[in-house]
């Protein structure tokens, strides 16, 4: 699990690439310094394992699955990418709950800056606008954010981004058109399936 509080922007170092598969080197001396193999790590908000690690790099397996439902596959040599570690329970809770299981992929519409935020809206998959509310949670790439306003008829979300967080994420290097991965609260997940067993049961 985790908060959805960057702790590190990595940049990918070098990528393997086969039929069913890929292998992603991330530099991160940061992360790697409080990592062993076979840890999770979040990256772009998706939950991959370490499975070799250097002096300041790690490097993981991304299987086809992952890099067909994530925006993992559009990334190249060079880019930036959100980092987390996996929450620890004696540790400050920030955030929100956060799986590293990405719902579905999103859009940048606009990025308009500010003096105090920058507001950036998203079209988000139709099926996953049932699960977000006002004031409610959203991970965009990795990072809690919380939901400033949305339009069901657009699909449309608009979320707005302090300067703390444009600094430390890669959110702050993102411009209209670009893809993020998207992945709603669990909560509203979990009231879903009570309420359709509930229905189902007569209960």
Not at 111 to 119: A, L
Not at 185 to 197: G, N, Q, S
Request: hydrophobic content about 45%; glycine content about 10%; some cysteine.
């Amino acid at each position: 699990m985790f908060t959805g509080l960057i702790t590190e922007r990595g940049v990918i170092s070098d990528i393997a690439r086969s039929e069913s598969a890929a292998v992603f080197t991330v530099r991160a001396p940061h992360s790697v310094a409080g990592m062993a193999i076979g840890d999770s790590i979040a990256v772009n908000g998706v939950c991959l394992t370490a499975t070799s690690l250097s002096t300041d790099s790690f490097t993981a397996d991304v299987m086809v699955q992952t890099l067909s439902l994530t925006s993992l596959a559009q990334l190249n040599i060079g880019a930036t990418v959100n980092l987390e570690l996996a929450a620890q329970l004696s540790a400050r809770m920030g955030g929100h709950m956060v799986q590293g299981h990405v719902d579905g992929v999103g859009t940048i519409l606009q990025v308009s800056p500010g003096d105090k935020w920058t507001q950036m809206d998203v079209t988000v998959p139709e099926h996953l606008m049932k699960y977000i509310v006002a004031q409610g949670s959203i991970t965009l790439d990795g990072v809690s954010l919380t939901v400033g306003s949305f339009v069901d008829g657009s699909n449309l979300v608009t979320v707005w981004l302090i300067p703390e967080t444009l600094a430390k994420t890669n959110l702050g290097e993102k411009q209209a058109g670009d893809v993020l991965n998207i992945e709603v609260d669990i909560l509203a997940k979990y009231v879903e399936r009570l309420m359709a067993r509930g229905g189902a049961d007569g209960k």
